[in-house]
């Protein structure tokens, strides 16, 4: 069993399209991120959540927005996409907030042509 | 604001060598600190957590170490196998900021 899953792995689309990325974490844990990995394989915060709340939200245009239907889920539209959002976002959780060992997902390719 | 540096950033050793990758950050007021590892294509494998409280954290043929006075972790791999090649990153917890990376290390083990 995949502990922290990712859907698509791989999304290819045009420039102005809206997407969605969906995430699942079996672990039983409070706390999912999203990170965006780019070019550069550099890793930066861009969400947390504990327990279905909004932690940290950090410089991202709001053209991105997480939502948690629960505690196990969290997913990132990202409306009206553009050249520069094309990157590797990845999906993580942890237990006991920020003080957890944090387990990441496979990752998922987004391509925006 | 925390940063995290990783030195060096490319690393390419023979088989069998024993190695230490360096992770430095700027605020040593840390919660913990977590060692992965990352494959071409994939996601990220914690290798070790390190608590604030810790010295260091075991794992088979990996070690790692904290000092958090001067700002330092070091992961130690011994007798270093081709299958270890990999990017290994670091990353802090501290103050009111979830992880924060590194850049990684490269790391070719050659046989």
């Known amino acids: 069993d995949t502990a922290v899953s990712q859907t698509p792995k791989y999304l290819v689309t045009q420039m102005g399209n809206d997407k969605s990325i969906k995430c699942e974490q079996n672990?039983?844990?409070?706390?999912m991120y999203w990170y965006k990995q780019d070019s550069k394989k550099f890793l930066k915060i861009m969400f947390s959540y504990n327990n279905k709340e909004l932690i940290i939200n950090e410089t991202v245009p709001n053209r991105f927005s997480p939502k948690s239907p629960d505690k196990a889920h969290l997913n990132l539209h990202i409306n009206s996409l553009e050249l520069g959002d094309s990157a590797v976002y990845f999906c993580?959780?942890?237990?006991?907030?920020?003080?957890?060992?944090?387990?990441f997902g496979e990752g998922s390719r987004l391509t925006v042509l | 604001k925390q940063e995290v540096t990783q030195i060096p950033a490319a690393l390419s050793v023979p088989e069998g060598e024993n190695l230490v990758l360096n992770c430095s950050f700027t605020?040593?007021?840390?919660?913990?600190l977590q060692w992965f590892r990352q494959d071409p294509g994939k996601g990220l494998t914690s290798l070790l957590l390190i608590q604030s409280s810790q010295r260091e954290q075991t794992s088979g043929r990996l070690n790692a170490s904290l000092d958090k006075s001067s700002g330092r972790s070091t992961l130690y791999i011994a007798a270093s196998q081709p299958g270890d090649s990999a990017t290994y990153l670091c990353a802090v917890r501290s103050g009111n900021t979830p992880l924060v990376f590194g850049k990684g290390t490269r790391l070719s083990v050659i046989a």
């Open positions: 672990l039983g844990h409070d706390t």
């Open positions: 993580a959780s942890s237990q006991d907030g920020w003080a957890g060992e944090l387990f």
């Open positions: 605020d040593s007021a840390i919660y913990n």
